[in-house]
């Protein structure tokens, strides 16, 4: 979708340009309140809150990159005259740069199989 979206907009102006954001592991607030996020009770996700909640603190260890850090260096390439379109950081992030080109479909059973649930697509 952004590849689609930066070719549309370089049609219309050449100097709006996308950059996907692709963050590894990046320690922040989010995990601070999981306790207290839950879902309704009527929700199709409902049955996957567990595996939210955990996915959630997954990102939060001592080795993962911290929000400042990771805002800071973000903002230094978005602003540059030739921004790259794809970026990620964190920890982690060379494992999604690389997996970006995989298929999708042995992504999702991967991940499935990773947080503990089957194939769910």
Request: hydrophobic share 45%.
């Amino acid at each position: 979708m952004s590849d689609a979206l930066a070719m549309e907009c370089s049609y219309l102006n050449k100097d709006i340009k996308v950059v996907l954001v692709a963050p590894g592991a990046v320690r922040s607030n989010i995990a601070n309140n999981v306790g207290g996020y839950d879902l309704p009770p009527d929700s199709l996700f409902k049955q996957f809150l567990r595996i939210i909640h955990k996915r959630i603190a997954a990102s939060q260890g001592d080795n993962s990159m911290a929000a400042e850090e990771f805002s800071r260096r973000v903002v230094s390439q978005v602003l540059t005259t030739d921004p790259p379109a794809y970026m990620t950081l964190g920890r982690f992030s060379t494992v999604f740069a690389v997996v970006q080109w995989f298929p999708r479909f042995l992504m999702r059973w991967a991940m499935g199989r990773a947080w503990n649930k089957p194939n769910q697509s």
